[in-house]
C-alpha cells in the first residue's frame, strides 16, 4: 500500500492554516508593525489570528472524506469532524476576550502560541497513533503553559504556570511509561492494531500497569480529582483569556482523545460496571475518579471566596460528570459527552471573558467584587448570568440538556442499581449544591450594590462580539440540541 | 532474567527514582530532573521492547524514542524558562516558598 500524502495533505489542512497565521502574526509584528503602538499590535495580532482560526475553520467544513486517513494515523469521523470545529469555535472566542486583557506586553507571542496550542489541540482531536497522540498533546500543553505564564508583571502568575508545567510534565512522563508497555503488550502503535491484539490477549498485568498509567495523565488533562491540583492555582494565576482555553478548547479535545483512546483502543480492557465487584478494567477506575471529582469539586467550591478558584472547583466537578459521558459513550456513541463537553467551553469561556473584561474597569478576584455588575455593565450582567445559568443546569440553556443527555446515557447503562446508574443519582444530588455556589455569584453581579468610587465598565467592542456570540450559541444550542446531537 | 526483563527492571527503577525526585524534593530543577528521568524511562521502554519483543513493523519502537527525546527537550526548555520566571519574583526556586495560591 503507498503512502496517501494527499489525502493526507487534505486532512492536515487545518493545522497548516493555524501554523500559517502563526508565522505570519508574528512575521507581521516583527517587520511592518516594530514602531506601532502596542494597541495596534495587539489588533493586527488578534485580526490575523482570528483570521487563519476562520481559515482552519473552511477547511474543517469542506474537510476531506471521512474515514482513516493516511494508513490509520489519522481518524476523520464525525467525533473528530466536531470536535475540531468545536476547538476551532473556542479558540476564536478566546481571541475576542483577549482583546480585553490588560498588561499584554508581546501580543503577536501571545497570539501565535494560542494557534499553536489550537494547532496540537485540533490534531489531538483527530490522532489515532499513539506517537501522534502524544505528540498532539505535548505541543498543545507546552504551548499552554507558556501563556499560562504570560503575565510577566503578576508573581502569581509564574507560580501558576509552573505549577501546571510539573504537574502536566509528570502526567506526560506517566503517558510516555503507559505508551511504551501497550507498544511492548500489543507490539503496534495504531489504535485498530492494539485493539485487534488485546481482544485476543485478553487482559494482563502489564495491560493495567499500562491502563493506569494512562488514567493519571487522562485525569491531569480533564482536572478529574486525585489530579486536580494545579486547576485552581492555573485558573486563579494565569491571564484571564489563558485560563479560558485551558478550561474549555484544552478540556474539550481531551476528552475526545481519551474517548478515543479508551473506547475504540482499549475498549476491550474495559471491564464492566454492571456491579459493584467486577472484575478489573479501566471502566471501574474511571467511575472511581468520576465520584471523586463530582465530590470534591461541588463540596470544596462551597468553601470558595476567588470567583476563578470557584469556577475551577466547578470545573473539576463538571470533570466528574463528563467522565460520567465517557463510560456511556461505548454504548450511547460519543453525542452527548461532547454535547456536554462544548457547551460547557462556551459558558467557560464567557465567564472567563466576563472576568477579563470586568478586570478592565478594576479589581475581579473575589466573588464580592462582582458587586453591582448589573449597574455598572448591564451586559456583562446578562452575559454571566446565561453563563453561570448554564453551568448550573437550569433549563431551556444548553447546560441543561448535556446534563440531562449524560445522566440518561448513563442510567440506561445499568439502570439505578448499577455503579454508572448510582453514579448518576450522585450527580444529579450533587446539582443542588452546585446550584447554591452558582446562585451566591448571580447574587453579587445581578443583586447587590455597586461598592463606593465603582466605575462603569466599557467593554471593547471584539470581547463585546464574542460574549454575545458564546451565549448565543448557549441558548441555541439549549433551544435546539439536535443541532448538536444530530451530527453523529 | 532475559535481557527484556532486565530492561523493564532497569526502566522501571528509572521511572521510580524519578518520580521519587519530582514529588520529594523542593529545588524545581531536582524536579526537573526527576522528571526527565521518567521520561527517559520511557524512551528505555520503547527502545527495549523494539530491540527483544516479538517483530512489528521495522522500526516504530526507535522512532518513537527519538521523538520522546526531542519533547522532552522541548519540555526542559519551557520548564527552565518558568523556573526562572518564578526567580525574577522570588529570588529564588524553592518551590514551598511558591505558595502565594492556595485557598
Known amino acids: 500500500m503507498s503512502p496517501d500524502y494527499a489525502g493526507l495533505f487534505r486532512a492536515l489542512g487545518p493545522e497548516a492554516a493555524l501554523v500559517v497565521g502563526a508565522l505570519a502574526v508574528l512575521g507581521l509584528d516583527l517587520t511592518l508593525f516594530r514602531r506601532h503602538s502596542l494597541g495596534e499590535r495587539l489588533r493586527l495580532a488578534l485580526w490575523v489570528g482570528s483570521l487563519a482560526v476562520l481559515a482552519a475553520g473552511v477547511h474543517v467544513w469542506r474537510g476531506g472524506a471521512p474515514g482513516p486517513v493516511f494508513g490509520a494515523v489519522l481518524m476523520l469521523d464525525p467525533l473528530a469532524v466536531a470536535t475540531r470545529f468545536g476547538v476551532l469555535v473556542l479558540t476564536l472566542l478566546t481571541l475576542g476576550v483577549a482583546r480585553s486583557s490588560t498588561a499584554q506586553r508581546q501580543p503577536a507571542e501571545y497570539v501565535a502560541l494560542i494557534l499553536f496550542a489550537a494547532t496540537g489541540l485540533i490534531l489531538m482531536a483527530a490522532a489515532q497513533q499513539l506517537l501522534l497522540v502524544f505528540l498532539a498533546l505535548e505541543l498543545a500543553s507546552l504551548s499552554l503553559y507558556v501563556i499560562a505564564g504570560f503575565d510577566r508583571n503578576r508573581p502569581e502568575t509564574a507560580e501558576a504556570a509552573l505549577k501546571y508545567f510539573l504537574f502536566g510534565g509528570i502526567a506526560a512522563a506517566f503517558l510516555l511509561f503507559g505508551f511504551s508497555l501497550i507498544y511492548g503488550v500489543t507490539g503496534s502503535i495504531e489504535l485498530p492494531q492494539i485493539a485487534a491484539q488485546i481482544a485476543v490477549q485478553g487482559a494482563n498485568p502489564l495491560l493495567l500497569v499500562a491502563l493506569a498509567m494512562v488514567l493519571v495523565a487522562f485525569g491531569f488533562k480533564t482536572a478529574a480529582a486525585p489530579f486536580h491540583l494545579w486547576a485552581p492555582d492555573v485558573y486563579q494565576g494565569a491571564p484571564a483569556p489563558s485560563a479560558a482555553l485551558v478550561a474549555s478548547a484544552s478540556k474539550l479535545a481531551g476528552f475526545t482523545l481519551f474517548t478515543r483512546l479508551l473506547w475504540p483502543g482499549l475498549g476491550a480492557a474495559a471491564g464492566s460496571t454492571a456491579s459493584f465487584n467486577a472484575g478489573p478494567g479501566w471502566l471501574p477506575a474511571v467511575a472511581v475518579i468520576a465520584a471523586a471529582s463530582l465530590l470534591l469539586g461541588n463540596l470544596v467550591a462551597l468553601a470558595q471566596t476567588n470567583l476563578r478558584r470557584l469556577l475551577a472547583y466547578s470545573a473539576i466537578a463538571h470533570s466528574g460528570a463528563m467522565l460520567l459521558g465517557v463510560m456511556a459513550a461505548g454504548r450511547a456513541g460519543p453525542a452527548p459527552l461532547f454535547y456536554y463537553a462544548s457547551t460547557y467551553g462556551l459558558a467557560t469561556v464567557g465567564a472567563f471573558g466576563v472576568i477579563c473584561a470586568a478586570e478592565r474597569g478594576g479589581r475581579c478576584e473575589a466573588i464580592s467584587d462582582l458587586a453591582g455588575l448589573y449597574k455598572r455593565s448591564p451586559f456583562l450582567a446578562g452575559c454571566l448570568a446565561v453563563f453561570i445559568l448554564s453551568l448550573a443546569g437550569i433549563p431551556p440553556l444548553a447546560g441543561f440538556f448535556g446534563k440531562?443527555?449524560?445522566?440518561?446515557?448513563?442510567?440506561?447503562?445499568?439502570?439505578?442499581?448499577?455503579?454508572?446508574?448510582?453514579?448518576?443519582?450522585?450527580?444529579?444530588?450533587?446539582?443542588?449544591?452546585?446550584?447554591?455556589?452558582?446562585?451566591?455569584?448571580?447574587?453579587?453581579?445581578?443583586?447587590?450594590?455597586?461598592?463606593?468610587?465603582?466605575?462603569?465598565?466599557?467593554?471593547?467592542?471584539?470581547?463585546?462580539?464574542?460574549?454575545?456570540?458564546?451565549?448565543?450559541?448557549?441558548?441555541?444550542?439549549?433551544?435546539?440540541?439536535?443541532?448538536?446531537?444530530?451530527?453523529? | 532474567m532475559s535481557p527484556l526483563q532486565l530492561c523493564l527492571a532497569f526502566s522501571s527503577l528509572l521511572f521510580a527514582v524519578g518520580l521519587t525526585g519530582a514529588l520529594a524534593r523542593s529545588n524545581s530543577i531536582l524536579v526537573l530532573l526527576g522528571l526527565e528521568l521518567m521520561l527517559t524511562a520511557g524512551s528505555v521502554n520503547f527502545i527495549a521492547f523494539w530491540r527483544f519483543g516479538p517483530p512489528a513493523s521495522p522500526a516504530t519502537g526507535v522512532v518513537f524514542a527519538i521523538f520522546a527525546i526531542a519533547v522532552a527537550a522541548a519540555e526542559t526548555a519551557v520548564g527552565l524558562a518558568l523556573v526562572i520566571a518564578v526567580y525574577r519574583h522570588q529570588r529564588n526556586i524553592r518551590l514551598p516558598e511558591a505558595n502565594r495560591l492556595k485557598g
Not at chain 1, 445522566?407 to 443519582?425: C, K, T
Not at chain 1, 450527580?427 to 446562585?439: E, H, K, P
Open chain 1, 404 to 488: 440531562f443527555t449524560v445522566f440518561a446515557a448513563a442510567l440506561r447503562l445499568g439502570g439505578v442499581a448499577a455503579p454508572a446508574g448510582s453514579l448518576a443519582i450522585l450527580a444529579i444530588a450533587l446539582s443542588a449544591v452546585a446550584l447554591y455556589y452558582y446562585l451566591i455569584v448571580l447574587k453579587q453581579a445581578l443583586v447587590a450594590k455597586p461598592t463606593a468610587g465603582a466605575q462603569p465598565i466599557k467593554v471593547a467592542p471584539a470581547t463585546a462580539l464574542a460574549l454575545f456570540a458564546a451565549a448565543g450559541l448557549i441558548v441555541w444550542f439549549g433551544l435546539f440540541p439536535a443541532e448538536l446531537l444530530g451530527l453523529f
